[in-house]
C-alpha cells in the first residue's frame, strides 16, 4: 500500500530514468554484436533486468563498471543454448523481441514470464514469425506465453502489421537479421523506431520508408557506445503533475523526444500547457531535450488516430490530465490498451470513477468530462505500473488522502518514482 497526499505546488528539476525501449535493445544487441557495447544511464528496473537476465543465460557476460553496463557480446550467431527456462518477468518488449531472435538461433528454448506476461496475446508475433519459417508454439495452446522455440532457418518476408506495434515490428526485422532474404514490415501507422535506428548504428542495413522498414540478412553486428535518453513515458507523470498542481514549475533534464514517442508533447501544447524545449541535443537520431513545465489553464482535445502509437503508454497520466481540462476529452483508437499489463481503458476508468471524475468507458478508449474536483480513494493498481504512477498523479490534485493498493509495482519501470515525486513537493 502506498498513500499519497495531495500537495500545494511542485516545483524542482530532476532526472528521469532511462528510456525502457532503448534500454532494453541496447542489452539484445549488444549481445548479439562483437565487441564490448558500453551503455550509460541504463534503466535499472525490473523489466530491463529481465532482460539481462535472459542473456546472461545465453552465455552473455554483463557487467556493472561504475555507472555503465558493459555487454560482451557473442556475435549474432554465438548465443548459447539456455540451461534452464528464460523468465521475463513482466516484460513484453523482453518476451515478443527475444521471440525474434530466437527463432533464427540453433538451438531450442522456452520463454515464459509472470502471470501478466501468461495472459498477454503473443499469437501477434508467433504468427509473423511462422510465417518465416520459425518453430514457434504456444505451450497452453492459447495464443500465451509458456511460448516453445525450436531454432530453424528463416526466411524474409513482407509483412503487413494489423496493429502499429513496435514489439511486432522489431520481433519480425530482429528474426530478419537471420534470414535467407530481405524481410519488409509495414504497419499502419508508425510505430516507435528504436530498433531501427540502433540496428542500423551496430551495422545492420535497415531501410526505412513511411510506415515500412526492411532489414537486409545480417553477417554480424558491431559493439558500440550508448548514452541512452530520459524515458518520456516516466517524464509524462511529472510533465502532468506539474500542469494540473496550481503554482508549479518543474524542469525535467534530458528526456528523449522521437519523434515516434512525443505525442505527449503535442497532446499538452494542444490542452494548453505551458511547456518549454531547452537545450535540445541529438545523439545517432534520438534527440532529446530538457522540459521545462509549468502550471496553467487547460481546455479539452481528442487523442486519436496516428497520435496513438506515438503515446499508447502514455495514455492512463493523460486521462488524469484530461479530468482537469474544461471540456470535453475523447480517446479513440486505443484498444491496444486493453492487452497491456492490465485491461487499461478499464482500470483508468474504474479509478478515475472512484475518484470522483465524469468519465465513460468505450470500446477503444474513454471520454472524460473535464473540471469535476477529484477526491481521494482506495485504487486496485493491478500490478500495473502505469496505473500505479498515473493514479499517484492524480492524487496530488485531489481532496484527501488517495491509497494505492499494490502501487509497489512502480519497480518495473521506476523504483526511485515516489522518492522523485517527494522531492518536487517538500521544497
Keep these: 500500500m502506498i498513500s499519497v497526499a495531495p500537495v500545494s505546488s511542485l516545483r524542482g528539476e530532476i ?3 532511462g528510456d525502457k525501449s532503448i534500454s532494453h535493445r541496447s542489452i539484445m544487441f549488444g549481445a548479439l554484436a562483437k565487441g564490448t557495447t558500453r551503455v550509460k544511464h541504463f534503466l535499472e528496473g525490473a523489466d530491463c533486468l529481465s532482460t539481462i537476465a535472459c542473456f546472461q543465460k545465453m552465455g552473455v557476460s554483463i557487467e556493472k ?3 555503465e553496463y558493459l555487454v560482451h557480446g557473442r556475435g549474432l550467431h554465438g548465443l548459447m543454448a539456455p540451461s534452464d527456462i528464460l523468465d521475463c518477468g513482466n516484460s513484453g518488449t523482453t518476451t515478443r523481441l527475444l521471440s525474434g531472435i530466437l527463432a533464427g538461433q540453433a538451438f531450442s528454448s522456452v520463454l515464459t514470464g509472470d502471470a501478466s506476461i501468461q495472459k498477454r496475446p503473443m499469437k501477434r508475433v508467433c504468427e509473423p514469425l511462422s510465417l518465416m519459417g520459425a518453430d514457434i508454439k504456444s505451450i497452453p495452446g492459447n495464443g500465451c506465453a509458456p511460448l516453445a522455440i525450436m531454432g530453424a532457418p528463416l526466411h524474409g518476408i513482407t509483412y503487413h502489421t494489423p496493429v502499429a506495434s513496435a514489439q511486432v515490428k522489431s520481433a519480425i526485422l530482429l528474426a530478419g537479421l537471420y534470414a535467407d532474404s530481405p524481410t519488409t514490415v509495414v504497419e499502419p501507422a508508425l510505430s516507435r523506431n528504436h530498433t531501427e535506428i540502433m ?17 537486409q540478412p545480417a553477417a554480424e553486428l558491431y559493439a558500440r557506445d550508448i548514452l541512452v535518453p530520459g524515458d518520456i513515458s516516466s517524464a509524462a507523470y511529472f510533465a502532468v503533475a506539474a500542469a494540473i498542481v496550481p503554482g508549479s514549475e518543474v524542469l525535467l533534464r534530458n528526456v528523449g523526444i522521437n519523434p515516434t514517442r512525443d505525442g ?13 524545449l531547452l537545450n535540445s541535443k541529438g545523439q545517432d537520431n534520438e534527440p532529446s531535450a530538457d522540459l521545462l513545465v509549468r502550471s496553467s489553464t487547460l481546455h479539452a482535445t481528442s487523442i486519436e488516430g496516428n ?7 502514455e495514455i492512463p497520466v493523460l486521462a488524469v490530465l484530461a479530468c482537469f481540462a474544461d471540456g ?11 492487452v497491456k499489463e492490465s485491461n487499461r481503458i478499464r482500470t483508468v476508468c474504474d479509478g478515475l470513477l472512484a475518484m470522483g471524475a465524469d468519465v465513460t468507458e468505450t470500446e477503444d478508449g474513454m471520454i472524460i468530462r473535464g473540471g469535476k474536483p477529484l477526491h481521494g480513494a482506495v485504487i486496485d493498481c493491478h500490478d500495473d505500473h502505469r496505473i500505479a504512477m498515473s493514479f499517484a498523479v492524480a492524487a496530488l490534485a485531489a481532496e484527501g488522502e488517495t491509497t494505492l493498493s499494490g502501487g509497489e509495482c512502480v519497480n518495473i519501470s521506476y523504483p526511485a518514482f515516489y522518492q522523485d515525486l517527494a522531492s518536487l513537493s517538500s521544497l
Design 15 to 17: 532526472t528521469v530514468p
Design 65 to 67: 563498471q561504475g555507472e
Design 199 to 215: 540496428l542500423r548504428s551496430f551495422g545492420a542495413s535497415i531501410l526505412s520508408d513511411g510506415c515500412s522498414a526492411t532489414v
Design 264 to 276: 505527449l508533447l503535442r497532446v499538452l501544447q494542444a490542452m494548453g500547457a505551458d511547456v518549454t
Design 307 to 313: 497520435l496513438i502509437p506515438t503515446l499508447i503508454d
Design 328 to 338: 470535453t476529452t475523447v480517446i479513440r483508437d486505443a484498444a491496444e490498451l486493453k
